[in-house]
């Protein structure tokens, strides 16, 4: 039995739990061929006080040129955090020429959270992430960066109706499948799906620790049980699963991430 072939987008941090150190160990156990297309190479995450950077803007352009020479095919495209603007029109010539029939682009826009950007992005950047969402069959923004794709104010502590809102209006700018994360209501915490014009919810108790990656293991699982079952609501049910078992199994002073390892073999099993 043949397995998807996807290729996935966003930083390598040398140590730290998030985007391809996640990414493709998720992907993998999920039965899923996983490809890689680094956009930059860090030291560590950015949690840490200190790190260095190696951009791979240049590089990414020499990779697709090879990659072109040996015909190679994706039946799926995951982008996570690409770093800045100008990788936003290598992706786009990712799809255009790499594109098996059919292939699935889910984009995780990962600029921002709590109502800011984090520090490496600007107005650019989200004007760049505007254009390329167009590209996606799926995109996965949490508020913060549904709000500023779409121009809207954010509100902090937002209601779900104000979501909803939201959505909408990012609706108009995109023919993809939206799938706000991060949503919450009632001490809950879960996915607002808008989907063919209609809404539909995935929601889970909310855990009072937050760790950095669990979006970039959310986004893979998505991806991973998407692309086998086709089926949105599995899809955040089991993601979610996996980054709340990931949460609890974690030390509370573990700065690396959360141990998604550990429970990524009871989620497979």
Request: net charge negative; hydrophobic share 40%.
């Amino acid at each position: 039995m043949l397995s998807k072939r996807i290729l996935t987008m966003q930083d390598l941090s040398c140590v730290g739990q998030c985007s391809l150190t996640v990414a493709l160990p998720v992907l993998s156990a999920f039965g899923v061929e996983t490809c890689v297309l680094p956009t930059a190479i860090l030291s560590n995450h950015t949690m840490f006080e200190k790190w260095s950077c190696v951009d791979f803007t240049e590089e990414a352009e020499n990779i697709m040129r090879v990659w072109k020479e040996n015909s190679f095919k994706f039946d799926a495209f995951y982008l996570g955090y690409l770093g800045s603007a100008p990788l936003t029109e290598v992706a786009k010539k990712c799809f255009a020429q790499f594109s098996s029939e059919g292939a699935k682009v889910i984009i995780d826009p990962a600029f921002g959270d709590d109502g800011k950007l984090y520090p490496a992005f600007d107005e650019e950047y989200v004007n760049a992430m505007r254009k390329l969402i167009k590209s996606a069959d799926i995109i996965l923004p949490n508020l913060t960066e549904a709000c500023f794709l779409c121009g809207a104010d954010y509100e902090q502590n937002a209601s779900v109706e104000f979501a909803k809102k939201v959505i909408k209006k990012l609706s108009a700018m995109t023919d993809a499948v939206i799938v706000l994360t991060g949503a919450e209501k009632n001490g809950e915490i879960g996915e607002i799906i808008y989907s063919e014009n209609q809404f539909s919810y995935v929601w889970a108790e909310k855990l009072p620790k937050r760790y950095h990656g669990t979006g970039d293991i959310f986004a893979s699982a998505f991806t991973a049980v998407y692309l086998e079952s086709g089926n949105l609501e599995k899809a955040c049910s089991v993601a979610g699963k996996l980054v709340a078992d990931s949460i609890r199994n974690t030390d509370p002073e573990h700065r690396y991430g959360v141990n998604f390892e550990y429970a990524l073999k009871n989620t497979i099993k």
